[in-house]
């Protein structure tokens, strides 16, 4: 019933051209009654039910909103990363994640589960079919991912999936205001909060995450890990003068005749700043595409390939790719071309794994003042620790060398 009057109003605002509501919270006051107690009996619960549906109707929904707020123990709110005041239900069984990729990992590693997830995007469902993720979470499979259309979101396909909250990405204001429209409450997780730290985006997650969900040692302790990796690498990489860190070029994304790079005022400033590198790419701004010339006058030392682009390095090894040259490119000919792993998720944005990306970036490019790091052993003990799972060899093998499947493109 809920489904269907949420899917009707819809269609009216349509018709009627009525004002998109802009705050979250106001949405799920109005179109989810708080859960009754077992101490109400059948007939009351049908006698108030009644009562709401006319006020309801006479005042606009003001009376629901008001039952939500006096209900003790019938919600609770938190404030998301756009300092949106949110109303959630105290049970939350029902969870979609809309546009922030990584997202599901970081919601498996802190609730222990997937099975919560009734709605996930297609590119993350991508990089979750190729990766470590449906190994430990195999109910992250049947996550709904029809109702992301052509990269936009379908409301009424997500409202059939009857969401008790969506996760979305705190700078897409217009996805907030579809879910609010709707009467979904929405939680904004920003990619900027920690002005592309990595670890302490990651952080913030987890918080926001023991606020939803009432459960603040279990983040701390998540975010004490993190932040203990990234002091122990900082230590030694901090004090690497330039001239002695490599010239890095990471190819963000590269398909269908594409290629574009990481510059500054991204993930990769940071990454490669904590690893003990120099980013070639620095003078531009967030992804910039580039051409083969570019890189030429650039010459990395090294070049890595994320995990959105299916190229892997034997592509450029082998000088495979039509139209393009890398022979004369030194990172190729040095033989010094890498492919960023990929375990619970892609191993370049903030997620679930970000501790040890930070390990095997420093490794990677500082191998000799990172000699003593035994990354195989680090890696499985943060999966023993944080999954619960025993890694063998051959599975550390796929997380160091992940399918193109996982890219999500096709070509």
């Keep these: 019933m809920r489904k269907k009057?949420?899917?009707a109003c819809i269609a009216a605002c349509c018709v009627l051209g009525a004002a998109v509501m802009t705050g979250c919270s106001q949405g799920s006051s109005n179109d989810k009654a708080p859960q009754k107690t077992s101490a109400q009996t059948e007939a009351a619960a049908k006698e108030e039910a009644e009562e709401?549906?006319?006020?309801?109707?006479?005042?606009?929904?003001?009376?629901?909103?008001?039952?939500?707020?006096?209900?003790?123990?019938?919600?609770r709110t938190i404030i998301d990363h756009n300092g949106n005041e949110v109303v959630l239900p105290a049970e939350i069984n029902r969870v979609v994640i809309s546009g922030i990729l990584p997202l599901p990992s970081v919601f498996c590693q802190f609730r222990g589960s997937a099975k919560e997830i009734v709605g996930i995007h297609p590119s993350s469902m991508a990089a979750a079919e190729n990766s470590y993720l449906v190994k430990v979470y195999p109910e992250i499979l049947d996550?709904?991912?029809?109702?992301?259309?052509?990269?936009?979101?379908?409301?009424?396909?997500?409202?059939?999936?009857?969401?008790?909250?969506?996760?979305?990405?705190?700078?897409?204001?217009?996805?907030?205001?579809?879910?609010?429209k709707a009467g979904i409450p929405c939680v904004g997780f920003s990619t900027t909060i920690a002005?592309?730290?990595?670890?302490?985006?990651?952080?913030?997650?987890?918080?926001?995450?023991g606020e939803i969900y009432g459960e603040q040692e279990t983040a701390n302790e998540i975010i004490e890990d993190g932040r203990r990796t990234a002091e122990e690498i900082s230590a030694i990489t901090e004090t690497i003068p330039s001239e002695e860190?490599?010239?890095?070029?990471?190819i963000f994304n590269y398909a269908n005749g594409a290629m574009t790079t990481a510059g500054s005022h991204f993930f990769s400033e940071y990454w490669l700043d904590k690893a003990g590198a120099n980013n070639v790419?620095?003078?531009?701004?967030?992804?910039?595409?580039?051409?083969m010339e570019q890189v030429y006058e650039w010459d990395p030392d090294i070049i890595l390939i994320t995990n959105f682009s299916p190229y892997l390095p034997e592509d450029l090894l082998n000088n495979t790719i039509d139209g393009y040259d890398w022979s004369g490119v030194s990172a190729v000919k040095n033989g010094q071309v890498y492919k960023?792993?990929?375990?619970?998720?892609?191993?370049?944005?903030?997620?679930?794994?970000?501790?040890?990306?930070?390990?095997?970036?420093?490794?990677?490019?500082?191998?000799?003042?990172?000699?003593?790091?035994?990354?195989?052993?680090?890696?499985k003990n943060f999966y023993q620790t944080h999954y619960h799972v025993a890694l063998s060899d051959e599975e550390l093998e796929t997380i160091y060398h992940p399918a193109r499947e996982a890219s999500g493109v096709k070509q």
């Design 5 to 7: 009057q949420l899917i």
């Design 52 to 75: 709401d549906k006319s006020e309801e109707a006479e005042n606009g929904g003001e009376k629901a909103e008001e039952k939500t707020a006096g209900t003790e123990g019938s919600t």
């Design 143 to 180: 996550a709904d991912t029809s109702f992301v259309e052509n990269g936009s979101i379908n409301i009424e396909q997500l409202l059939t999936l009857d969401p008790d909250v969506v996760f979305y990405s705190a700078a897409n204001s217009e996805e907030r205001e579809l879910f609010a």
């Design 195 to 209: 002005d592309y730290d990595c670890v302490e985006t990651y952080a913030q997650w987890i918080a926001l995450f």
């Design 245 to 250: 860190r490599p010239n890095v070029l990471i």
């Design 281 to 291: 790419a620095a003078e531009l701004t967030g992804t910039a595409e580039i051409n």
């Design 340 to 379: 960023f792993p990929l375990g619970m998720y892609r191993w370049f944005p903030p997620a679930s794994d970000t501790p040890l990306v930070l390990m095997w970036l420093a490794k990677t490019t500082q191998p000799e003042r990172f000699a003593d790091l035994d990354l195989d052993a680090r890696i």
